[in-house]
């Protein structure tokens, strides 16, 4: 499906411009998509299936009103009311009669003879009484908001066409929480509340600062940031003189959106309130839960539409500031509570708000209109769409223990990744990989490694009699259970050797059970896989990436190309930002699993070291990068041992609220194949 996909982006000065900006990441390898961010008089739509706009009420934007009037698609309306972008269009290009017109064709007579005293500079324009939004609506083919109160919004607006209520994308960022405090001056205990965005009256700020005055009464080490542009006609730093609270609050004005997310995460406490709303998302507010902050809203609008378990909401009207105070004295007075919040908001949004969800729905729907008829929604009949729904997933299993990340970054996504079968517990796998186990030395590998094999076998998704799997690195530890236990009809292996030759391997278990399987050896680093393109299913890659030289993109390039669209990649390494890891540098050793040289064998081999150990991070960025998407990604421990010892490393990232998922000693990732490697060289990786 060939689609044009019109917005503004980034450095323009508009949070959809970001949002499109993450949207077009994710959606580029499910379509064949062209961004347009500028005008286009010379568009030709005929190169294209479906044409997608993403509208604001801001100047930003009309070159995608105006060629979403000129040619219709989907329109994307993320708040309704355009009477900005409409002013923007009209009198501000010195076209009175254009704005005079449109007002009347929006809201009739009436309207029109407010838009003359407008022209007459006797009154603004109504603003909030005139949406502006009729004229776009009418030629849209298809529509797509972000919540239920848009869409019932737009339906009140008159439209009968296929409405989509996709919800905005959460970003999960990472930023440096104790940089920015130290920036501000402060601790890393004291408590930090932060506004975000234009400071405008309508973010409710002077309610905010009345209760925050009344909370630095009872605390008075409570510090107030307010980040964005100030607005000319709301004089703040006037407000916070006169409220006594110069000590406490800090205006720090417009910030790029680097050091916008930084000061996001200084925060403990972020106020995203607003009345009175035309329907909008707030990309500050998906930003704040993604970053696990405990946050306020408005209970007005898309807000009220977020689970309460999430984020607190205050009632507008009588009785606001009194509820603000009340949520601010208790998240201040306990942090535990505000830390709990915030893990169930990242948890929230990372599972229903991801951005490949989220392009997913965008790219099932933009099908679905692009092959739909007019007489599929008569005007009598008000349809949504709905999104395919997908399988029913099977809980993740629990095998050794791991650390679960609370939000695994941007995983689970929709599609959960398989796990073995009813018949093959993980329990019943342990036993079985020790009778594959013949002398000594395997015996004390598998002793050592026997949570991490169980675990490996416990994630990789099951097979059937067609399916194929490619073990990486393949010592035939747990090779055999790839078909006995996990049912995949063809098992292949691999190792490093020279290019073109194979070794066929038969071994026979203790209980007398036969496998057979064929070797490749090549260089992983180096050579194109001896495999055809979308040959297998699934593919191991266990303990093999940290070994490499010079260019693991190389081998997530072929496993790519060799996996079935759809298939995964099971891909497990050391945790080099692991507990252990951490008390290591912080005593002055080195943080690495197993950094050492290796003394050279009597014959003169050597078997390779380490060269690099990754973060949970780095594996999920190389997943994405590589053309994956993340559908599970954990840490757990090779042995099932407790580290007490660790515990004061565990007090002190909580002192400083800092994350403490992940940090076992083994990194377990899973992706499934959505599109082409998307990053070749990125460049955390390569330089």
């Given at each position: 499906?060939?689609?044009?996909?019109?917005?503004?982006?980034?450095p323009?000065?508009?949070?959809?411009?970001?949002?499109s900006e993450?949207?077009?990441?994710?959606?580029?390898?499910?379509?064949?998509?062209?961004v347009?961010?500028g005008?286009?008089?010379?568009?030709?739509?005929?190169?294209?299936?479906?044409?997608?706009?993403?509208?604001?009420?801001?100047?930003?934007?009309d070159?995608?009103?105006?060629?979403?009037?000129?040619?219709?698609?989907?329109?994307?309306?993320?708040e309704s009311?355009?009477?900005?972008?409409?002013?923007d269009?009209?009198?501000?290009?010195?076209?009175?009669?254009?704005?005079?017109?449109?007002?009347?064709?929006?809201?009739?007579?009436?309207a029109?003879?407010?838009?003359?005293?407008?022209?007459?500079?006797?009154?603004?324009?109504?603003?909030?009484g005139?949406?502006?939004?009729?004229?776009l609506l009418e030629?849209?083919?298809?529509?797509?908001?972000?919540?239920r109160?848009?869409?019932?919004?737009?339906?009140?607006?008159g439209?009968?066409?296929?409405?989509a209520?996709?919800?905005?994308?959460?970003?999960?960022?990472?930023?440096?929480?104790?940089?920015?405090?130290h920036?501000?001056?402060?601790?890393?205990?004291?408590?930090?509340?932060?506004?975000f965005?234009?400071?405008?009256?309508?973010?409710?700020?002077?309610?905010?600062?009345?209760?925050?005055r009344?909370?630095?009464?009872?605390?008075?080490?409570?510090?107030?940031?307010l980040?964005?542009?100030?607005?000319?006609?709301?004089p703040?730093?006037?407000?916070i003189r006169?409220?006594?609270?110069?000590?406490?609050?800090?205006?720090?004005g417009?910030?790029?959106?680097d050091?916008?997310?930084?000061y996001?995460a200084?925060?403990?406490?972020v106020?995203?309130?607003?009345y009175?709303?035309?329907?909008?998302?707030?990309?500050?507010?998906?930003?704040?839960?993604?970053?696990?902050?405990?946050v306020?809203?408005?209970?007005?609008g898309?807000?009220?539409?977020?689970?309460?378990?999430?984020?607190l909401?205050?009632?507008?009207?009588?009785?606001?500031e009194?509820?603000i105070f009340?949520?601010?004295?208790?998240?201040?007075s306990?942090?535990?509570?505000?830390?709990?919040?915030?893990?169930?908001?990242?948890n929230?949004?990372?599972t229903?708000?991801n951005?490949?969800?989220?392009?997913?729905?965008?790219?099932g729907?933009l099908?679905?209109v692009?092959?739909?008829?007019?007489?599929?929604?008569?005007s009598?009949?008000?349809?949504?769409?709905?999104p395919p729904?997908p399988?029913?997933?099977?809980?993740?299993?629990?095998?050794?223990?791991?650390?679960?990340?609370?939000?695994?970054?941007?995983?689970?996504?929709?599609?959960?990744?398989?796990?073995?079968?009813?018949?093959?517990?993980?329990?019943e796998?342990?036993?079985y990989?020790?009778?594959?186990?013949?002398?000594?030395?395997?015996?004390?590998?598998?002793?050592?490694?026997?949570?991490?094999?169980v675990?490996?076998?416990?994630?990789?998704?099951?097979?059937?009699?067609?399916?194929?799997?490619?073990?990486?690195?393949?010592?035939?530890?747990?090779?055999?259970?790839?078909?006995?236990?996990l049912?995949?009809?063809?098992?292949r292996?691999?190792?490093?050797?020279?290019l073109?030759?194979r070794?066929h391997?038969?071994?026979?278990?203790?209980?007398?059970?036969?496998?057979?399987?064929?070797?490749?050896?090549?260089d992983?680093?180096?050579d194109?896989?001896p495999?055809?393109?979308?040959?297998?299913?699934?593919?191991?890659?266990?303990?093999?990436?940290e070994?490499?030289f010079?260019?693991?993109?190389?081998?997530?390039?072929?496993?790519n190309?060799i996996?079935?669209?759809?298939?995964?990649?099971?891909?497990?390494?050391?945790?080099?930002?692991?507990?252990?890891?951490?008390?290591?540098?912080?005593?002055?050793?080195?943080?690495?699993?197993?950094?050492?040289?290796?003394?050279?064998?009597?014959?003169?081999?050597?078997?390779?070291?380490?060269?690099?150990?990754y973060?949970?991070r780095?594996?999920?960025q190389?997943?994405?990068?590589?053309?994956f998407?993340?559908?599970?990604?954990?840490?757990?421990?090779?042995r099932d041992?407790?580290?007490p010892?660790y515990?004061?490393?565990?007090h002190l990232l909580?002192?400083?609220?800092l994350?403490?998922?992940?940090?076992?000693?083994?990194?377990?990732?899973?992706?499934?194949?959505?599109g082409?490697v998307?990053?070749?060289?990125?460049?955390?990786?390569?330089?």
């Amino acid at each position: 499906m060939r689609v044009a996909f019109f917005s503004p982006l980034p450095p323009a000065r508009s949070g959809i411009a970001d949002y499109s900006e993450a949207l077009v990441e994710s959606l580029r390898p499910l379509v064949e998509l062209e961004v347009f961010s500028g005008a286009q008089p010379a568009f030709d739509m005929t190169r294209f299936d479906i044409a997608v706009y993403q509208v604001g009420n801001n100047a930003h934007h009309d070159f995608v009103y105006e060629t979403a009037l000129r040619h219709p698609g989907v329109v994307v309306m993320h708040e309704s009311n355009l009477h900005h972008l409409i002013t923007d269009l009209t009198i501000r290009r010195g076209d009175w009669d254009a704005y005079v017109a449109e007002c009347e064709y929006h809201g009739g007579a009436a309207a029109r003879a407010f838009a003359e005293r407008v022209r007459k500079l006797e009154v603004g324009p109504d603003y909030e009484g005139v949406a502006m939004t009729r004229r776009l609506l009418e030629s849209a083919r298809g529509v797509v908001v972000h919540s239920r109160f848009m869409r019932d919004e737009t339906r009140a607006a008159g439209y009968r066409g296929p409405v989509a209520v996709i919800p905005h994308g959460a970003w999960i960022p990472q930023a440096d929480r104790m940089a920015y405090r130290h920036r501000l001056g402060l601790d890393g205990t004291t408590s930090l509340i932060g506004i975000f965005g234009f400071l405008k009256p309508y973010k409710r700020i002077a309610e905010s600062l009345r209760a925050f005055r009344r909370l630095v009464r009872v605390a008075p080490a409570a510090k107030m940031i307010l980040v964005g542009e100030t607005h000319p006609e709301f004089p703040v730093n006037a407000m916070i003189r006169s409220m006594g609270l110069d000590a406490n609050v800090r205006v720090l004005g417009f910030t790029p959106i680097d050091e916008f997310v930084g000061y996001l995460a200084a925060c403990d406490i972020v106020l995203n309130l607003r009345y009175p709303t035309v329907g909008e998302s707030s990309g500050t507010l998906l930003r704040s839960l993604g970053l696990g902050k405990a946050v306020m809203v408005s209970e007005v609008g898309s807000f009220q539409e977020f689970p309460g378990d999430v984020c607190l909401k205050v009632p507008v009207g009588a009785g606001e500031e009194d509820m603000i105070f009340e949520y601010l004295n208790l998240l201040v007075s306990r942090p535990e509570a505000a830390r709990a919040l915030g893990e169930r908001a990242k948890n929230y949004v990372a599972t229903e708000c991801n951005w490949a969800v989220v392009a997913r729905k965008y790219a099932g729907f933009l099908e679905f209109v692009s092959g739909g008829t007019d007489d599929r929604f008569p005007s009598s009949v008000s349809l949504d769409w709905q999104p395919p729904q997908p399988a029913p997933a099977v809980p993740a299993s629990d095998a050794g223990s791991p650390e679960k990340s609370p939000q695994a970054e941007d995983a689970p996504q929709a599609e959960e990744t398989p796990q073995p079968k009813k018949g093959s517990p993980a329990d019943e796998l342990a036993p079985y990989l020790h009778g594959w186990a013949h002398d000594e030395e395997q015996r004390w590998y598998l002793n050592t490694h026997e949570t991490r094999l169980v675990k490996t076998l416990s994630i990789t998704p099951p097979g059937g009699p067609c399916d194929r799997v490619l073990e990486m690195g393949a010592y035939l530890q747990i090779t055999p259970a790839l078909k006995t236990k996990l049912g995949y009809g063809e098992v292949r292996g691999c190792y490093y050797g020279e290019l073109g030759r194979r070794d066929h391997r038969t071994v026979v278990s203790t209980d007398g059970e036969p496998f057979e399987c064929d070797i490749d050896l090549f260089d992983a680093e180096k050579d194109r896989f001896p495999y055809p393109n979308e040959y297998f299913s699934t593919v191991l890659c266990g303990e093999l990436i940290e070994h490499l030289f010079e260019d693991p993109m190389h081998l997530m390039s072929e496993v790519n190309r060799i996996l079935k669209p759809g298939g995964h990649l099971v891909l497990t390494t050391p945790n080099i930002a692991s507990l252990r890891g951490i008390a290591a540098i912080l005593q002055g050793y080195h943080p690495g699993l197993f950094h050492s040289y290796i003394k050279p064998a009597e014959s003169g081999h050597v078997d390779p070291r380490h060269n690099r150990e990754y973060t949970p991070r780095e594996i999920h960025q190389l997943l994405e990068n590589s053309g994956f998407e993340v559908t599970l990604l954990e840490t757990g421990g090779f042995r099932d041992a407790p580290h007490p010892e660790y515990g004061w490393v565990l007090h002190l990232l909580n002192r400083y609220e800092l994350d403490t998922s992940l940090r076992g000693d083994g990194i377990f990732g899973v992706g499934r194949k959505t599109g082409p490697v998307r990053e070749r060289y990125p460049g955390w990786l390569y330089t």
